[in-house]
């Protein structure tokens, strides 16, 4: 099941009632599939939400024989054709059913708990949010341009900041991007698991960060590590080919020994394994001689 999906069940077990029930039932209408006078129209792809927005009509007054029920391939549909049902939503909300243009009617939504029940019933019928693992983006979509932006400037009055844009088809969006914008979203319509999980996977992603972080850092050094000792163990058997191996002094021959016998070791390392042991700087400065010994072995037998 999707996040999205996830989110809205979780939405639908919210118990709303009084004003709140009539608020958040303004919000599922109002993105509705279809909302006019001759027929009403909700979709849902799960059972659960279309059972709780169902149970909303049924608290504001509307019959439940009023309701059908109806299920395609994809959709559970909710659908009320009759017309006095209808009229009294219409009245009860402050519409008539004939408005060329419409609008948000703030006298729905009386008080704080109001704005929660109604953007989160907006968001059971027009929102959608994508999977928390693959990006944050939280959106809401209408064709109504009037009521976009009066949902829009109500969202921002509540304390959020969403942008805007439209779609070719004149389909306006109210979206959000940043993480923490959603989660504190999701948690104000009731949403409190499904901001917690977008919370845990952040956490989770910034472990995988750092540790792909760090895995790409030591595998760098390891990179650099075994370049440099390819040219180490490249000078040293150059002056075994060339000298023999009594060549270099006991010093010098002893880490020029522990270097082709461990290539995969860094400086500081292989300081470790000599006896006594040196540090990073010293075993660079025996390595640096053991360069220069090569070199003028090369060039020795150049101008020879």
Known sequence: MTFCRKSKIEISAIDYSGCCNTA????????????????????????????????????????????????????????????????????????????????????????????????????????????PSKSYHLEFTTYRYLFFKDVFKLINDIGFRPKQTNRKNSTRIIYFKDSEQIEDFLAFIGAHNSAMEIMNEKIYKGVVNRVNRQTNCENANIDKILISSEKDRHDIEYIYLTAGKRYLPENLAQIAKLRLEHKELSLADLGQLTDPALSKSGVSHRMHRIRVIADELRKEQMNG
Do not use: P, W
């Not at 439940?64 to 299920?71: E, G, M, Q």
């Open 24 to 131: 958040h039932l303004y919000g599922i209408l109002s993105f509705a599939k279809t909302f006019t006078k001759n027929e009403i129209v909700i979709t849902a792809l799960d059972n659960e939400v279309i059972s709780h927005i169902e149970k909303e009509f049924i608290s504001f007054g509307i019959q439940k024989s009023k309701l059908i029920r109806s299920k395609n391939y994809q959709n559970h549909m909710l659908t009320v054709t009759d017309r006095k049902s209808i009229d009294k939503v219409l009245v009860d909300f402050g519409y008539s059913g004939d408005e060329l243009n419409y609008r948000l009617r703030t006298e729905n939504i009386r008080c704080d708990n109001c704005k929660s029940a109604f953007i989160a019933g907006c968001y059971l019928t027009g929102g959608t949010i994508t999977e």
